[in-house]
């Protein structure tokens, strides 16, 4: 019944920026952790950044000062700002969801929904 949606994928050039976006539906609860993985070709699942209903964050060192994440939490929607994009951002970002709050971290082995993901292409 849990549906998570990605929207804003696409292709940019080194030193661009690109934003995504990803809504939520059939979720009934009231607290969530929501936020965005990404797997390059050839590599494996990486975290990138998450956030609770509480607007605590949890960012990977790799993309900290350079991608913001942010909540909507009327809209169900998560946002990821990336900015000064790198060819080795190039990736499938996959938003992901789990019922717990309290434990979000991008470090995280595994949530409880997946997204379908959608592609980022950094050129150089």
């Known amino acids: 019944q849990v549906q998570l949606m990605e929207s804003g994928g696409g292709s940019v050039q080194a030193g661009g920026s690109l934003n995504v976006s990803c809504t939520v539906s059939?979720?009934?609860?009231?607290?969530?952790?929501l936020g965005w993985f990404r797997q390059g070709p050839g590599k494996g699942r990486e975290g990138v950044a998450v956030?609770?209903?509480?607007?605590?964050?949890s960012v990977a060192d790799s993309v900290k000062g350079r991608f913001t994440i942010s909540l909507d939490n009327a809209k169900m929607t998560v946002y990821l700002k990336m900015n000064s994009l790198k060819p080795e951002d190039t990736a499938t970002y996959y938003c992901?969801?789990?019922?717990?709050?309290?434990?979000?971290?991008?470090?995280?082995?595994?949530?409880?929904?997946w997204g379908k993901g959608t592609l980022v292409t950094i050129s150089s």
């Open positions: 992901a969801a789990d019922r717990s709050a309290r434990y979000c971290s991008h470090r995280s082995p595994s949530m409880d929904y």
């Open positions: 059939g979720y009934t609860g009231s607290r969530y952790c």
């Open positions: 956030i609770n209903t509480d607007g605590w964050t």
